[in-house]
């Protein structure tokens, strides 16, 4: 079956279809219902099956591939390298779920995970998953504030962490944080559980903290069978990155995102059982959730735990991990490959890398010289997937696994099936069905399986957030604005809040990025709209160059910002062009790699940044500060 027919299907009968997809995983009772949508945009999936997300990862593994990798971890942190096998991961989960359970937590309380990334953080994920207990994963990079504020949304009755985690060889201490985000928070958790990984001294709060090793030493043995769930029953809570404002508990369920991770790791991951899977997410991440944790091992696929820096011991580590494990798929970010290519392109020739099939990239625009260098450099094919937290798994991307399928540079390709993608008008609502209009990306109900069910503990926020902002239907909106060409390949062309407003002219600022990108010497560049008394707003860019030689003194600069300028008229016109274009050395991101747009934005209107425990490094933007100042 080609891919249109396999997509249409998914659509138009989407009852037949999903009921296949969900024979890709264990039941205990097989669902009575397929879609529930009674209840917009409130779909439930598989209601009236029960089954474990656990079990699937695990469990039913064992008859076949016991002996076989499930989880290796790799740190090039402090030098520790493990492979578990399925049947030493499903003891070291029930020996989690066994000391969970003796901490009082069963089916429906919420556990937070605030931790590095080691084994006992995947132990405790599925730990809670096979107890029924919903997990709560905070990023270790978080802050008291960031991580006291999800302590109070989440309300968990366990707290799993670490005495430290560790950057670049550098450690950073985890338990005061916690401690400080647990005195600043209404809620307090019953009991903390604390990885002693001996990086950090820690103190232990009498009656609440409790020592892993010494509680997981009684249950060597202990069996802990898996609780069988409602198909409907919550799975986990997740905030998204926060790149646009106050993050969102974004809530899933167990059997439809059992059955969408089942679905693609085949038809999109291209993943087989016994074979390697890699992805360099964090598990503090929706991609972490999604494809280190939960979909590798579903497929009976080895995954690896990488916690350590890209170039560290050097540029080749990644390549190196590859060549031993044999990795077949990859998983990164557009982020993590322009580091790469800041270094020695020697690093990508060094190791053999036959067993890879193809590098997967998401999480942001891929830019084209960014694509090309990592393609040209493995020689397999780049697989941009555009998708959210709250999708759980790819919207836009080719399904390699139906259909060989050509990607396009800058697409991140089709609506993958169950999916019902439309470009629609801001302010209208009109459906957009021309070649190269320019509309906002929504989603028509039923949202597919593995698709957020509601914002946790809030339908309102949900329903008023994602389905109520086109006028006159109900939608689900991404933000983000996008195209589609004559072949259905759709391009993302920046969120629906970078848009600026110059003289009466809309722009998106990606646009102009694009643009300017395409002067020689721009490695990468970022553009905000700041307010203005005459134009409303103006854009203000700042870039990265490749060839810093070009900025010897002030003539030089002024001479790189007219050139950028002209490039910008050249191809957009002279509304869009800067008004000023700075240069800096790094720019400022989210730890995902994500900009921090907003938070350049309020820097150049001389407001407070607001919220930025996420940034991956604060001088970035004093940097801009600085240069506002100047
Ligand atoms: P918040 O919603 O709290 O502001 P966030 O949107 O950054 O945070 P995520 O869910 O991690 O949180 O990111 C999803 C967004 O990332 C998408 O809506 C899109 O803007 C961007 N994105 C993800 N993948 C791609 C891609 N392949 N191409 C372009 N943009 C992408
Ligand atoms: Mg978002």
């Given amino acids: 079956m080609g891919y249109a027919d396999f997509y249409r299907r998914s659509i138009e009968d989407r009852d037949a279809f999903w009921a296949e997809q969900a024979k890709l995983v264990d039941w205990e009772t097989p669902p009575a219902t397929i879609c529930d949508a009674s209840r917009p945009p409130f779909y439930r999936w598989f209601a009236g099956g029960r089954t474990n997300l656990c079990h699937n990862a695990v469990d039913r593994h064992l008859a076949q591939r016991a002996d076989q990798a499930a989880l290796i971890y790799v740190s090039t942190e402090t030098g520790q390298e493990k492979v578990y096998t399925f049947r030493e991961l499903h003891a070291e989960v029930q020996r989690m779920a066994a000391v969970l359970a003796t901490l009082g937590v069963g089916r429906g309380d919420r556990v937070l995970v605030y931790m590095p990334m080691i084994p006992e953080a995947v132990f405790a994920m599925l730990a809670c998953a096979r107890l029924g207990a919903i997990h709560s994963v905070v990023f270790g990079g978080f802050a008291s504030v960031s991580l006291a504020s999800r302590i109070e949304d989440a309300t968990p009755k366990v707290v799993v962490s670490a005495d430290a985690g560790s950057r670049g060889g550098k450690v950073v201490p985890y338990k005061p944080l916690l401690d400080e985000s647990i005195r600043l928070s209404q809620h307090k958790p019953g009991a903390v559980l604390l990885v002693d990984r001996k990086l950090a001294p820690m103190e232990k709060v009498a009656g609440r903290d409790h020592d892993w090793a010494t509680l997981a030493d009684r249950h060597q043995r202990t069996q802990v069978p898996c609780a069988w769930l409602d198909a409907t029953d919550i799975s986990y809570t997740l905030y998204t990155s926060g790149t646009t404002g106050r993050p969102k508990g974004v809530q899933r369920d167990v059997g439809g995102y059992a059955v969408a991770l089942a679905a693609s790791m085949k038809h999109i991951f291209l993943g087989k059982?016994?074979?390697?899977?890699?992805?360099?997410?964090?598990?503090?991440?929706?991609?972490?959730?999604?494809?280190?944790?939960?979909?590798?091992?579903?497929?009976?696929?080895?995954?690896?735990?990488?916690?350590?820096?890209?170039?560290?011991?050097?540029?080749?580590?990644?390549?190196?991990?590859?060549?031993?494990?044999?990795?077949?798929?990859?998983?990164?970010?557009?982020?993590?490959?322009?580091?790469?290519?800041?270094?020695?392109?020697?690093?990508?020739?060094?190791?053999?890398?036959?067993?890879?099939?193809?590098?997967?990239?998401?999480?942001?625009p891929l830019d084209e010289p960014t694509a090309r260098w990592i393609s040209?450099?493995?020689?397999?094919?780049?697989?941009?997937?555009?998708?959210?937290?709250?999708?759980?798994?790819?919207?836009?991307?080719?399904?390699?696994?139906?259909?060989?399928?050509?990607?396009?540079?800058?697409?991140?390709?089709?609506?993958?099936?169950?999916?019902?993608?439309?470009?629609?008008?801001?302010?209208?609502?009109?459906?957009?069905?021309?070649?190269?209009?320019?509309?906002?990306?929504?989603?028509?109900?039923?949202?597919?399986?593995?698709?957020?069910?509601?914002?946790?503990?809030?339908?309102?926020?949900?329903?008023?957030?994602?389905?109520?902002?086109?006028?006159?239907?109900?939608?689900?909106?991404?933000?983000?604005?996008?195209?589609?060409?004559?072949?259905?390949?759709?391009?993302?062309?920046?969120?629906?809040?970078?848009?600026?407003?110059?003289?009466?002219?809309?722009?998106?600022?990606?646009?102009?990025?694009?643009?300017?990108?395409?002067?020689?010497?721009?490695?990468?560049?970022?553009?905000?709209?700041?307010?203005?008394?005459?134009?409303?707003?103006?854009?203000?860019?700042?870039?990265?160059?490749?060839?810093?030689?070009?900025?010897?003194?002030?003539?030089?600069?002024?001479?790189?910002?007219?050139?950028?300028?002209?490039?910008?008229?050249?191809?957009?016109?002279?509304?869009?062009?800067?008004?000023?274009?700075?240069?800096?050395?790094?720019?400022?991101?989210?730890?995902?790699?994500?900009?921090?747009?907003?938070?350049?934005?309020?820097?150049?209107?001389?407001?407070?940044?607001?919220?930025?425990?996420?940034?991956?490094?604060?001088?970035?933007?004093?940097?801009?500060?600085?240069?506002?100042?100047?």
Avoid at 295 to 307: D, K
Avoid at 322 to 343: C, D, G, H, N, W
Avoid at 543 to 561: C, G, M, P, Q, T
């Fill in 273 to 364: 059982p016994g074979e390697t899977y890699f992805s360099t997410s964090d598990i503090g991440w929706v991609v972490g959730h999604s494809y280190i944790v939960y979909g590798p091992l579903i497929a009976g696929m080895a995954t690896i735990l990488y916690e350590g820096l890209p170039i560290r011991p050097d540029a080749g580590i990644w390549w190196n991990l590859v060549e031993k494990y044999k990795v077949a798929s990859m998983f990164s970010a557009p982020t993590a490959v322009r580091v790469l290519k800041k270094q020695d392109p020697a690093f990508l020739k060094k190791h053999d890398l036959s067993s890879l099939k193809a590098l997967f990239l998401a999480g942001e």
């Fill in 376 to 630: 040209d450099g493995l020689g397999v094919p780049i697989i941009d997937n555009y998708w959210q937290t709250e999708s759980g798994w790819p919207i836009l991307t080719v399904a390699n696994g139906i259909e060989k399928k050509a990607s396009k540079f800058g697409s991140p390709g089709v609506p993958m099936y169950g999916f019902d993608v439309r470009l629609v008008h801001e302010s209208t609502g009109e459906e957009l069905t021309g070649a190269g209009q320019k509309g906002v990306v929504v989603l028509e109900g039923p949202t597919p399986p593995g698709f957020m069910q509601t914002v946790w503990r809030d339908d309102e926020r949900f329903v008023q957030t994602y389905w109520s902002s086109i006028p006159g239907r109900q939608v689900y909106s991404t933000f983000d604005w996008g195209i589609r060409d004559e072949d259905g390949y759709f391009y993302i062309l920046g969120r629906t809040d970078d848009v600026i407003n110059v003289a009466g002219h809309r722009l998106g600022t990606r646009e102009i990025e694009e643009s300017i990108s395409g002067h020689p010497n721009i490695a990468e560049v970022a553009v905000v709209g700041v307010a203005d008394p005459l134009k409303g707003q103006v854009a203000m860019a700042f870039a990265v160059v490749k060839d810093a030689s070009a900025l010897v003194d002030d003539k030089a600069r002024l001479k790189l910002e007219g050139e950028v300028m002209k490039v910008v008229d050249d191809t957009l016109g002279a509304v869009a062009r800067p008004a000023r274009v700075r240069f800096v050395t790094v720019l400022p991101k989210t730890r995902s790699g994500k900009l921090l747009r907003r938070a350049i934005q309020a820097v150049c209107e001389g407001r407070d940044p607001g919220d930025l425990t996420t940034i991956e490094d604060p001088a970035a933007l004093q940097q801009i500060k600085d240069l506002v100042a100047s």
